[in-house]
């Protein structure tokens, strides 16, 4: 298949989380000569495949098949790619379906290599991400397996395709705040504690609060207010509590101890309980390593555009690779329609996409 093809084959396959389409089956008979190992778990379907060239080191591709739902307001279907004008429409279409299919048609393209190449792929990356990236990691790990470096074909670019590649990630901390006041009536607030009126003041202070001024890789880390209730969707009772989830997308300066601090600074006067969650870390690849240079070097020579390295944006299964000590970036389209109605892109991006990761693959 050419590259074009193989995209519209995966996007014309429903794999909704943590449905694969049976696409990991398509793709490890697609990929002939490889070793297939399956690592499935509960619902989720994974697949580590790789192919051994010489002696040398270990690169991966790491991505996932899986998709979020349609949802409504498609002017075509969602699930048979169309295209026009240029574009290929379907869910998917640039997270990550895209990726998917130039690593994958470059990898098959490949005859000689200095070393291995593998893909690692998920149907779990939307959903939880429990049983998906990190088991397989776990399997590399004990089997001595582990890539030395790894390519995430997420979205990356932003205005032009190959003006941003991301070189780390900001983590993400959860935060549920409990304000325990005293309910009553509303005709007689001097013998309640209404927590609502207790935070109105406080929330000045501390929403889109910048926690730290961020670094040359990493923007600031700011404390986002996601959701606030309190009360019974009555006129006449005086809330009794108060229930606040916020968001911190953290860089390496912040962390669950300072905002703790913050928290316990700002709600010293206050009857409260803090619960936080923190469902990725912060990380940052050097830009002199050698995946960074050599995936710069094969933008600008497919593109004549010189990357930025960037940090921004939400999370990826790369959270999950670079504690292990895996050199890990992430390249792809353009991000601009992802989980929306008519998700599109380029014809002319997936074909610059495969060139890139051919380019790498010849180079590394």
């Known amino acids: 298949m050419e590259v074009i093809e193989l995209f519209k084959h995966f996007i014309n396959s429903k794999s909704e989380t943590p449905d694969d389409g049976g696409l990991l089956d398509f793709i490890e008979n697609y990929l002939e000569g490889f070793t297939a190992i399956r690592i499935?778990?509960?619902?989720?379907?994974?697949?580590?495949?790789?192919?051994?060239?010489?002696?040398?080191?270990?690169?991966?591709?790491?991505?996932?098949?899986?998709?979020?739902?349609?949802?409504?307001?498609?002017?075509?279907?969602?699930?048979?790619?169309?295209?026009?004008?240029?574009?290929?429409?379907?869910?998917?279409?640039?997270?990550?379906?895209?990726?998917?299919?130039?690593?994958?048609?470059?990898?098959?393209?490949?005859?000689?290599?200095?070393?291995?190449?593998?893909?690692?792929?998920?149907?779990?990356?939307?959903?939880?991400?429990?049983n998906g990236t990190v088991k397989v990691l776990e399997y590399l790990k004990e089997y001595h397996l582990m890539p030395d470096s790894c390519v995430v074909a997420e979205p990356t670019c932003e205005d032009d395709f190959g003006d941003a590649i991301k070189v780390g990630r900001r983590g993400s901390i959860n935060g549920y705040l409990t304000i325990k006041g005293k309910q009553g009536h509303a005709a007689y607030p001097e013998k309640a504690i209404n927590p609502v009126h207790q935070i109105a003041s406080i929330l000045p202070n501390i929403a889109g609060f910048n926690l730290d001024n961020g670094d040359e890789v990493f923007s600031p880390s700011k404390f986002v207010i996601t959701d606030i209730r309190a009360g019974m969707q009555v006129t006449n009772v005086?809330?009794?509590?108060?229930?606040?989830?916020?968001?911190?997308?953290?860089?390496?300066?912040?962390?669950?101890?300072?905002?703790?601090?913050?928290?316990?600074?700002?709600?010293?006067?206050?009857?409260?309980?803090?619960?936080?969650?923190?469902?990725?870390?912060?990380?940052v690849t050097d830009s002199n390593t050698k995946v960074v240079r050599k995936i710069d070097a094969a933008i600008e020579k497919v593109t004549g555009i010189k990357p930025k390295h960037s940090t921004a944006g939400g999370t990826s299964d790369a959270r999950f690779i670079a504690p292990c000590g895996v050199e890990v970036i992430e390249f792809g389209v353009r991000n601009d329609t992802i989980h929306a109605p008519n998700e599109r892109t380029t014809v002319k991006e997936v074909e610059s996409l495969h060139k890139v990761f051919s380019t790498l693959i010849e180079s590394f």
């Open 40 to 130: 499935d778990r509960e619902e989720v379907k994974n697949l580590f495949i790789y192919k051994k060239f010489s002696e040398g080191e270990h690169l991966c591709f790491a991505g996932h098949v899986d998709v979020v739902p349609a949802g409504e307001g498609w002017n075509s279907d969602p699930y048979s790619a169309l295209e026009k004008d240029g574009y290929i429409y379907g869910r998917g279409t640039q997270d990550m379906k895209s990726g998917l299919a130039a690593f994958v048609q470059a990898v098959k393209d490949t005859q000689t290599f200095n070393g291995t190449l593998s893909l690692l792929l998920t149907s779990d990356e939307e959903g939880p991400a429990k």
């Open 238 to 283: 005086s809330p009794g509590k108060l229930e606040m989830m916020f968001n911190v997308r953290n860089s390496t300066k912040s962390n669950q101890e300072s905002i703790t601090a913050f928290i316990n600074k700002h709600f010293a006067e206050v009857d409260f309980e803090l619960r936080l969650d923190q469902s990725a870390y912060p990380f």
